[in-house]
């Protein structure tokens, strides 16, 4: 399949956060753990508010038949001096699963590569959700020339209250 694959607006919000309440269900189901809060309605904001901002970029993939919305990637701008400056991270990917292995995941890996080299990023890290659960996952971002850089990701929630 060759999905087509736009850059996504504010307009596009609710479709990206459908698919990330998708993918959040989906690592939780697998790992048998709530390891995230998901609102859909605060997500859709959240989205449509980061887009706006231009902080936040998505590539939305849609099949060419239908234009229903069958993935997307996001990406964001980090800085590190071990990676000698700016870098873009990718915090979400993801494909409906009737579309796996189909080239859509391809697809938006190689987007976001050529929007990469656009900005100047020198590269992109990603972090995969846990394995061994996602050892699937693993494999498709080393056969897209990904390479293990380090360990676990962590976290540390901030009480704003």
């Not at 504010?10 to 753990?33: F, S, W």
């Not at 590569?113 to 992109?124: E, V």
């Not at 494999?139 to 209250?161: M, Q, V």
Request: with cysteine.
């Amino acid at each position: 399949m060759h999905p087509t694959i736009i850059c996504a607006t504010p307009e596009n919000a609710r479709d990206i956060a459908v698919m990330t309440g998708e993918l959040l269900h989906e690592i939780m189901e697998r790992i048998n753990v709530k390891a995230f809060r998901f609102h859909q309605d605060e997500t859709e904001t959240r989205a449509a508010e980061l887009l706006s901002r231009g902080v936040y970029y998505v590539f939305l993939a849609k099949d060419p038949a239908t234009g229903e919305a069958i993935g997307f990637i996001s990406l964001y701008e980090s800085y590190a001096l071990y990676a000698e400056g700016a870098y873009g991270t990718i915090p979400e990917l993801y494909v409906r699963p009737p579309y796996r292995s189909m080239g859509v995941g391809v697809a938006l890996l190689k987007r976001a590569k050529d929007f990469a080299a656009s900005r100047g990023w020198k590269r992109l890290e990603v972090t995969t959700p846990p394995l061994p659960e996602f050892d699937r996952t693993l494999n498709f971002y080393e056969r897209h020339t990904f390479e293990i850089s380090g360990g676990r990701k962590l976290k540390s929630d901030i009480d704003l209250s």
